[in-house]
């Protein structure tokens, strides 16, 4: 956690998700200006990403993780700030949200906008994983490495485990996509 107001605790995975969404608005206000596009609009773009990513990361967690839990307390799904959003169900919400905002505004058209979302969207999904890294909610597998990093477990209040720790799954998708993965592989 980074800090509490009050009532409120504003965790390393808010900010990122913020800054997310900040970022995505730089470059798309770059993108339609070098466009020709009406700026104005990306106001209106951005309400409908920002509501789309929310809803669908929230029914993401719920429908996939614990469906019989929360369809037997549809009320439970309101309870975000109880924790649960899906990046999946980010994903399919933020298709979900264009493809209306296209039907919407005519001369965006969905597939010219998926092709200008791209860049917005993994430096976004980028900087909620490097929020999910720092909330120790990615940790990964114990290992003797220098390049990993140590990760401070909390339950609540109570240090439960501090470990070298990295996320080879993340390592080896960078590497994989790599011609001499056999060579640099970190496992």
């Known amino acids: 956690m980074t800090f ?4 409120v605790a504003i965790r390393w995975y808010g900010l990122f998700f913020a800054a997310a969404f900040v970022s995505g608005q730089i470059l798309m ?3 339609y200006r ?12 951005m309400k409908y990403m ?12 719920c429908l996939f993780y614990d469906p019989v839990y929360y369809l037997d307390q549809p009320v439970r799904i309101l309870k975000i700030w109880e924790g649960g959003l899906a990046s999946h169900g980010g994903a399919a919400g933020i298709l ?6 296209s039907c919407k505004k005519k001369d965006q058209r969905f597939l010219w906008l998926l092709d200008r979302i791209a860049i917005p969207a993994a430096l ?15 940790i990964g597998h114990p290992c003797r490495k220098k390049n990993a990093g140590k990760q401070h477990l909390e339950r609540g209040r109570r240090l439960v485990q501090k470990t070298c720790r990295h996320n080879h799954c993340d390592f080896r998708r960078i590497f994989h996509t790599n011609p ?8």
């Open 4 to 7: 509490t107001a009050g009532p």
């Open 29 to 31: 206000t770059a993108i």
């Open 34 to 45: 070098k466009k020709d596009r009406p700026v104005q609009d990306l106001s209106s773009l």
């Open 50 to 61: 920002v509501i789309g990513t929310i809803i669908g990361a929230r029914l993401g967690h």
């Open 96 to 101: 979900t949200a264009l493809f209306i905002y």
């Open 124 to 138: 976004g999904g980028s900087l909620i994983r490097i929020g999910n890294f720092f909330n120790s909610e990615i």
């Open 180 to 187: 001499f993965s056999e060579l640099i592989d970190p496992s």
